[in-house]
T-cell receptor
Framework: GAGVSQSPRYKVAKRGQDVALRCDPI?????LFWYQQALGQGPEFLTY????????KSGLPSDRFFAERPEGSVSTLKIQRTQQEDSAVYLC?????????????FGNGTRLTVT | KNQVEQSPQSLIILEGKNCTLQ??????????LRWYKQDTGRGPVSLTI?????NTKSNGRYTATLDADTKQSSLHITASQLSDSASYIC???????????FGRGTSLIVHP
């Protein structure tokens, strides 16, 4: 497919477990974003990559959250020692350019439930 | 700091009716503003983009307006369809910033 792909689609984790969420962006897209979306809320920014460089991680809520995009394509969002407040949908988006003219293309997200 | 306020928070209308969704923003300097549609269980999809010089733009039954002076935008949906049921999110972007700011969205339900 030509869209952004995220896996897994659903993830249930016990409190304290580590999780890894994967994002396959559209091929050739330079920019990659991770957002967190709570129920009934808009997406909240977590972190931004331009190719393999993580240019902004100001939205990561704690040092338990870590993201990487080592080859400038696939990205992984890792959450260590998950807590109940981490339960949310995690959205990945990619865009062709680095400016504001290109739309963000979103995946369908990973719904994380921490029990 | 909340830079995007959308109203109403939720809206229920009958199929075939029109509706208008509002967005007030405070990002500065302004670069552009997009409206996204988010179906339940899916990621947001861009509907339209408004730049500083544009007052109105249509995309099928969707018409977006922008008043850069008052920092307001609206999304008007004509002859609503059941498939219009979704969350509509206003996303202004600041010049020089990589990061678009997402509003909370308006949840629209269209009843038959």
């Amino acid at each position: 497919g030509a869209g952004v792909s995220q896996s897994p689609r659903y993830k249930v984790a016990k409190r304290g477990q580590d999780v890894a969420l994967r994002c396959d962006p559209i091929s050739g897209h330079v920019s990659l974003f991770w957002y967190q979306q709570a129920l009934g809320q808009g997406p909240e920014f977590l972190t931004y990559f331009q190719n393999e460089a993580q240019l902004d991680k100001s939205g990561l809520p704690s040092d338990r959250f870590f993201a990487e995009r080592p080859e400038g394509s696939v990205s992984t969002l890792k959450i260590q020692r998950t807590q109940q407040e981490d339960s949310a949908v995690y959205l990945c988006a990619s865009s062709l350019g680095t400016g504001g003219d290109s739309p963000l293309h979103f995946g369908n997200g990973t719904r994380l439930t921490v029990t | 700091k909340n830079q995007v306020e959308q109203s109403p928070q939720s809206l229920i209308i009958l199929e075939g009716k029109n509706c208008t969704l509002q967005c007030n923003y405070t990002v500065s300097p302004f670069s552009n503003l997009r409206w996204y549609k988010q179906d339940t269980g899916r990621g947001p999809v861009s509907l339209t983009i408004m730049t500083f010089s544009e007052n109105t733009k249509s995309n099928g039954r969707y018409t977006a307006t922008l008043d850069a002076d008052t920092k307001q935008s609206s999304l008007h949906i004509t002859a609503s369809q059941l498939s219009d049921s979704a969350s509509y999110i206003c996303v202004p972007r600041s010049g020089g910033s990589y990061i678009p700011t997402f509003g909370r969205g308006t949840s629209l339900i269209v009843h038959p």
